[in-house]
């Protein structure tokens, strides 16, 4: 720490002597090093800010609150070292971080129903008919309650490789039932390896369990491979392969195995990031009493995430949308539309407002979410549109 310190003094020497002997480093480069040390401070993962610091202090001081963080970063080094004394060199190399939200918020379609509560129904003749759908299948809105509790733990291996363990928890509980109120949960497991070019190579495995306030319960497991790469001074893009196992409880009649492909790319651009995603696969039914089959489906996401320094210094602003499309490879139905092969397209659009309410070892938040989705369909059943806001405190640690 003494170290550290000393270091921080000939800084300025250094900086003086660079102004008289070399030109000024490449801003962009900084402003994106700024930026992660910031994220990392959120993280509480100090050691690795401080890193990033020294090194931007080593090209240019000049940026606003560079030294401050720094500064912030070491007192916090030394408080973590008081706190846990020889429990740190127990658990060298392990980092634990954890993030627990509360939200209240409100959705004029909770259970995502059909919008019209009138379907039409044929008999495969040419005759058709309308059914009302039952109270219980037509649009809910209300108003919930959401928790959320996420754990990371992460250990470096060695030089290259490091493994992390994760979980979350999710219960949503609403003045609705019936498809409104659930709880999930999803622990997982990662390898990552990075090569001597720089690139990584990492292999996940997770599972998921989703129940209903109906009693109806789903299954997953995912495998997922990624190899990752820098592109530039900006950019960072990964491409790999995706498995999935889904299963229905008590009901083996959707059970499926998707396989795909996914490519992404996030680039630090006019001071934010934003990410493209695509992914495209198949998803093959297990029991050939499926309606509709197996589906072919291809998945397009764009975000942008930013400081956005509106109500005070640091608040953040993300927006996304996203776009789906679902394609069955049989007929879904007789009664519906002839047996006409199911089509699905969704748009999801959202955004995320983060404001902090205290920069403290343990930082608070306060979040608002926006999200509006829309589905289209050439079956009419499967037409749904549904807004939702919440807001909430969240924590991390």
Known sequence: MKIRILMLLLFSLIYITALQASPQEDKQEIEIMLQTANHLMLEQRYQEAADILEKILMIDSTPSGVIKTYQQALKAIEQQTENFGSQVQKTEGWGVHGKLSVSTGWGDNLNRAPTDKNIEITSGEGESALLELCEECQPHSGFGVEVNANILGVKKLNNTDNIKLSLQIQNRTTDKNNFTDYWRINPGISIQHQLKSG???????????????????????????????????????????????????????????????????????????????????????????????????????????????????QDRVNIYIHLEHRRDQRGYST??????????????????????????????????EVEWQKQYSNIQLFEYVALEVWLGFEVLW
């Not at 699905?344 to 938040?365: A, D, H, S």
Request: net charge positive; charged share 20%.
């Open 199 to 313: 690139a990584e190579l990492g292999v996940a495995f997770f599972s998921d369990v989703l129940q209903y306030d109906n009693k109806a319960m789903f299954y997953s497991l995912d495998l997922i491979s990624r190899y990752a790469w820098k592109n530039n001074q900006t950019c960072r893009s990964q491409m790999g392969v995706d498995i999935q196992w889904n299963h229905q409880k008590n009901n083996q009649l959707f059970d499926s195995v998707y396989g795909g492909g996914a490519a992404a790319t996030n680039c630090y651009w006019w001071g934010g990031v934003y990410r493209l995603g695509l992914s495209v696969g198949n998803e093959w039914a297990l029991d050939d009493r499926r309606p509709g089959g197996g589906q072919q489906r291809v998945l397009v996401q764009l975000s942008h995430d930013r400081a956005a320094n509106w109500l005070r210094e």
């Open 335 to 368: 009664f519906l539309e002839n047996g006409l092969k199911r089509k699905l397209n969704r748009l999801v659009m959202g955004g995320e407002y983060r404001f902090p309410v205290t920069y403290k070892q343990t930082p608070w938040w306060l979040i608002m």
